[in-house]
């Protein structure tokens, strides 16, 4: 599997602040509530975050150890995508944020309220970020001396 891009995380972010913003403009426009982000969200994803990160230090433990237990493929295939998914998840909401902090910030009256709701949104959804892509890390195998060996032409070696 490959490792999640920098660039499919950030266009990720800039979808989701489009959304964001688009759907709270949407909404007043039609004269209806917009959408408040709840403190909840930030903590839910904070949580999941670490969740994700604590699942993966076994994995991390298996493949650095030399005389630890071999690592379950079915585990270690199913934290990597749980990883992969945060990370993706993460940048999304956390453009989400950033799309309903910068409509509120161009409202005449802002509500400090709102605003910080968005901002933890916003940081809530970096933690699972970051928590996605420090799993995604902690679950690549290192190389081994036999990997070495194969670039080598068997002749010369």
Request: net charge positive.
């Amino acid at each position: 599997m490959k490792r999640t891009r920098v660039t499919t995380l950030i266009a990720l972010a800039i979808v989701g602040g489009a959304i964001g913003a688009f759907v709270e403009l949407t909404l007043q426009a039609n004269g209806r509530p917009i959408i408040g982000l709840p403190i909840t969200l930030a903590i839910a994803l904070a949580v999941i975050g670490g969740i994700v990160v604590t699942l993966a230090v076994p994995i991390r433990r298996m493949t650095r150890a030399s005389n630890a237990p071999r690592v379950d493929p079915f585990y270690a295939t199913r934290i990597v995508m749980l990883a992969k998914a945060c990370a993706v998840t993460g940048a999304l909401i956390s453009g989400v944020g950033f799309g309903v902090l910068a409509y509120l910030l161009t409202r005449s009256v802002i509500g400090v309220g709102s605003v910080t709701q968005a901002i933890a949104t916003i940081i809530g959804a970096g933690v699972l970020l970051a928590g996605g892509l420090l799993a995604e890390h902690m679950c690549r195998i290192p190389p081994s001396d036999d990997d070495n060996d194969r670039g080598k032409d068997p002749v010369k070696a």
